[in-house]
């Protein structure tokens, strides 16, 4: 698609992954779309997700892609490490321990 600048519909782009969801006029439930596109987002930001983990995975995937494998690799393991180093990270394993949601907060 990106070679020869297809154009596919939303529901052909959601069928093969290429958009995550296609909201109709009914889906809004008296929200706008910038509303419905805010809330869906939320759930790859603190609290409720490790937003470090997310932004570091989409850059392995992108940048890996480009890299050879053992590059790739190397990325992956130097990203890793950053994680494991982060707050999120030891709040995360607090809260498994203490059995308890996360309050992630992107450091």
Do not use: Y
Not at 10 to 39: K, P
Not at 62 to 73: P, R, Y
């Amino acid at each position: 698609m990106m070679a020869t600048g297809a154009l596919s519909s939303f529901e052909d782009a959601h069928a093969i992954g290429l958009v995550n969801h296609v909201w109709g006029e009914g889906d809004l439930n008296g929200r706008t779309f910038a509303q419905a596109a805010r809330d869906d987002a939320q759930q790859f930001t603190p609290p409720n997700q490790a937003a470090r983990a997310v932004g570091h995975t989409k850059r392995a995937v992108q940048s890996g892609l480009e890299a050879g494998f053992g590059e790739g690799l190397a990325l992956e393991r130097k990203l890793q490490q950053r994680l494991f180093e982060s707050d999120d990270a030891h709040e995360g394993l607090r809260a498994n321990l203490e059995k308890r949601q996360p309050c992630f907060k992107g450091r």
